[in-house]
């Protein structure tokens, strides 16, 4: 297993949760490392993606301003905090990390990643 999820679970609307991606250390050097999520009975989106190289993380409109993307290279892990829930936060979440360089304006797109980690299920209540 190149990518392990963690920290999903079950929080009241308006609680916080933190996820974790762990990767082995040559997965983790590679240089994009993202989150994505899936809804029930939806496609998968983009959440947010955080570069090695690139200072400046990108969010999906829907969760700026309350989720927070960041990596930890001593633990190679990136996590995903998450504050101020919404019940339409609700869905599995995936990190995802790609090998090489891609252009900031294409981190949304799933289809430029090359490792997928399992997903854990955020479920939020309203």
């Known amino acids: 297993v190149q990518l392990q999820a963690s920290g999903g679970g079950l929080v009241q609307a308006g609680g916080s949760l933190k996820l974790s991606c762990t990767a082995t250390?040559?997965?983790?050097?590679?240089?994009?490392t993202g989150w994505f999520r899936q809804p029930p009975g939806k496609e998968r989106e983009f959440v947010a993606a955080?570069?090695?190289?690139?200072?400046?993380?990108s969010y999906a409109d829907s969760v700026k301003g309350r989720f927070t993307i960041s990596r930890d290279s001593a633990k190679n892990t990136v996590y995903l905090q998450m504050l101020s829930l919404e019940p339409e936060d609700t869905a599995v979440y995936f990190c995802?990390?790609?090998?090489?360089?891609?252009?900031?304006?294409?981190?949304?797109?799933?289809?430029?990643?090359?490792?997928w980690g399992q997903g854990t299920l955020v479920t939020v209540s309203s």
């Open positions: 250390a040559r997965t983790f050097s590679n240089d994009l």
């Open positions: 955080i570069s090695r190289t690139h200072g400046i993380p």
């Open positions: 995802a990390a790609r090998r090489g360089r891609l252009v900031r304006s294409s981190w949304y797109d799933l289809h430029q990643y090359h490792y």
